[in-house]
């Protein structure tokens, strides 16, 4: 059977054969489970590039850790590999020809973890924890972008231990995203910078914010032609903007809307509002998958600006998301986010990776 491959017939999966006598709702959805999921928050996933074989999964957790697994086209998953930061894991991404992972923490360093041989080694230092790492591939160099609490965004060879370059940041950096020739980056305070990578990176424009409240993730999207367009910026208010670099009506084409909050639109009741902790942009349809401290993914098409599908609720957040390349595959993680704060934390509670079938669900729903 198989369950990521391209003529995938399956529908939900992972299902248990005896059914269950609890109710259980740790996987609504009933995705299939990442087998030795990390004994801590997950706070950050990402598949492998197209240039590899296969699908390997990357997660950084607040155990310290970052974990490799394969994912079978029939779904079972291998745990490979592991390595070890002395502070959480807050950032992952692979180098282009999948050779390399990097990752970012809280022990204000960002290492290279070499898969081949299985050694990981500094490559990256701030004055405070590493929030964000991204992998450049540019023409002319390649590098590591690394932003932090420290207000600095850093760019680094990987074989030298000082920068090639430094940016100074107007606050601390909370997000960032990076396909070539463009960078965006989300601070405190609600700062917004879009950099441009050509020849070297530099500072490309400021954009006021189009969120009234703290910034949690971003993700860039592309236009027709494969090029980097606009990016969509999800808060802790449960509202995600689409905004475009340079858009022919700007007040028309960019726009706001809400996400991850309870009680439907019913003004009469108050509604419980959830951050959007992750945006994920389908590789092939360019439709995209947030996912909240609601517990809850969504899937949307921006274009048409119409909601695909909101899962069940599961019994935590979710706390990170990713596709694979080609699309076949979402992953998400569900695990503690403290946005409630340290009362309802439970050590009890298990960390989980869930895999899901996304070929079908992300297709925009008018393109027959």
């Known amino acids: 059977m198989s369950l990521f491959g391209t003529t995938s017939g399956f529908g939900t999966g992972g299902t248990s054969m ?3 006598t609890t109710t259980d709702n740790h996987n609504p959805m009933k995705d299939i489970e990442v087998t030795s999921s990390p004994d801590d928050s997950i706070g950050c996933l990402s598949f492998s590039p197209p240039t590899l074989p296969g699908n390997f999964l990357i997660a950084g957790s607040w155990a310290n850790d970052v974990r ?50 299985n050694q990981a080694i500094q490559i990256a230092q701030h004055d405070a924890p590493v929030k964000t790492i991204h992998w450049i591939k540019a023409p002319n160099y390649s590098c590591v972008m690394t932003g932090s609490w420290d207000k600095t965004l850093k760019f680094w060879d990987t074989r030298s231990s000082n920068p090639m370059m430094v940016l100074q940041l107007p606050e601390r950096c909370y997000c960032a995203d990076v396909i070539y ?17 050509e020849n070297q990176p530099s500072e490309f424009r400021r954009i006021e914010s189009p969120l009234k409240h ?25 509202r ?29 009741a108050p509604q419980d509002i959830y951050a959007v902790n992750g ?8 439709t995209l998958a947030t ?24 019994d935590q957040p979710i706390s990170a998301c990713c596709f694979n390349h080609n699309g076949n595959i979402f992953a998400y993680a569900s695990s503690y986010d403290w946005s409630k704060g340290h009362e309802f934390y439970n050590p009890q509670k298990k960390n989980y990776i869930f895999l899901r079938n996304a070929a079908e669900e992300l297709k925009p729903r008018n393109k027959k």
């Open 181 to 197: 020739p463009m960078a965006v980056v989300a601070t405190a305070e609600r700062g917004l910078i879009v950099y441009q990578l």
């Open 68 to 117: 490799c697994w394969e994912v079978q086209d029939s779904g079972q998953t291998i745990p490979k590999a592991q390595q070890m930061h002395t502070g959480p894991v807050l950032d992952v991404c692979w180098s282009d020809d999948g050779s390399k992972v990097f990752t970012a923490s809280c022990d204000k360093t960002a290492k290279m973890w070499d898969l081949n041989s």
């Open 291 to 314: 996912v909240g401290s609601d517990g809850r993914f969504s899937f949307w098409d921006k274009d048409a600006r119409t909601k695909l599908k909101t899962s069940e609720q599961l």
């Open 214 to 238: 703290q910034h949690r993730c971003v993700a860039i999207f592309r236009d027709k032609q494969n090029k980097p367009t606009g990016f969509a910026l999800g808060s802790i208010e449960g």
């Open 279 to 286: 945006i994920a942009f389908h590789p092939v349809h360019g």
């Open 240 to 268: 995600v903007a689409i905004h475009y670099i340079n858009p022919p009506n700007p007040a028309k084409d960019n726009f706001t809307f809400k996400c991850h909050r309870s009680n439907g639109t019913n003004t009469s």
């Open 18 to 20: 005896f059914g269950s």
